[in-house]
């Protein structure tokens, strides 16, 4: 299995403001990376996908960027609606295996 | 629009085997392509992939979980059933029931079902 290992644990910034999120492999993935949004008492939803893919529906103020073993999840315009805790995978060609950062909480102030 | 529902106990006592079933709707798991996955968290923790199944009835365990877990599909019903065995109080957790979207090669997981409690509790 593929570590990753994500910073900070967790951060705080204003409206407005920019957020730059860090996720780590111990192993190089290439650009095979994910990111998820959870926000309290909700299910996880797919933010980005293959390191700067945005998925449906999710907004240009999230971007991602990385390849190999570090990569950046940016969420810029920081909204109060962001506060939520996000989460790095990746999935191990094969067999695959899929694993998660610990995640890091953003919070809106 | 894709959608799958979690059902099962939200209690289950030590050593007992979890039965968790998967219903969804929106997709085939027939069609080339489409797997279905298992994910869990316990509270106030990180989330933790546990089985996948796809379309042509493979399946794939976690290395940590693979002795105790059980997938299985019904085709006709559209679902997927989980089950665990030996339960610890620390599998205490949100099962969530997602499919591998399938424009990722099934890399990611896309959408997510909105989860089932299961405390391990005698």
């Known amino acids: 299995e593929i570590m990753l290992i994500q910073s900070p644990a967790t951060l705080s910034l204003s409206p407005g403001e920019r957020a730059t999120l860090s996720c780590r492999a111990v192993l190089s993935v290439s650009n095979s990376l994910a990111w998820y949004q959870q926000k309290p008492g909700q299910s996880p939803r797919l933010l980005i996908y293959d390191a700067s893919n945005r998925a449906t529906g999710i907004p240009a103020r999230f971007s991602g960027s990385g390849s190999g073993t570090d990569f950046t999840l940016t969420i810029n315009n920081l909204e109060p609606e962001d506060s939520a805790v996000y989460y790095c995978?990746?999935?191990?060609?094969?067999?695959?295996?899929?694993?998660f950062g610990q995640g890091t909480k953003l919070e809106i102030k | 629009q894709v959608t799958l529902d979690e059902s099962g106990p939200a209690l289950v006592k030590p050593t007992e085997t979890l039965t968790l079933t998967c219903t969804f709707s929106g997709f085939s798991l027939t069609t080339a392509g489409v797997r279905v996955a298992w994910i869990r968290q316990p509270p106030g923790k990180a989330l933790e992939w546990l089985a996948r199944?796809?379309?042509?009835?493979?399946?794939f365990y976690s290395p940590s979980l693979k002795t105790r877990l059980t997938l299985s599909r019904d085709t006709s019903k559209n679902q997927v059933v989980l089950t665990m065995t030996d339960m610890n109080p620390v599998d205490t957790a949100t099962y969530y029931c997602?499919?591998?979207?399938?424009?990722?090669?099934?890399?990611?997981?896309?959408?997510w079902g909105r989860g089932t409690l299961v405390t391990v509790s005698s």
């Open positions: 995978q990746q999935r191990s060609r094969w067999p695959p295996v899929y694993t």
């Open positions: 997602v499919r591998a979207a399938p424009t990722t090669g099934g890399n990611y997981f896309d959408p």
């Open positions: 199944i796809d379309w042509d009835d493979d399946k």
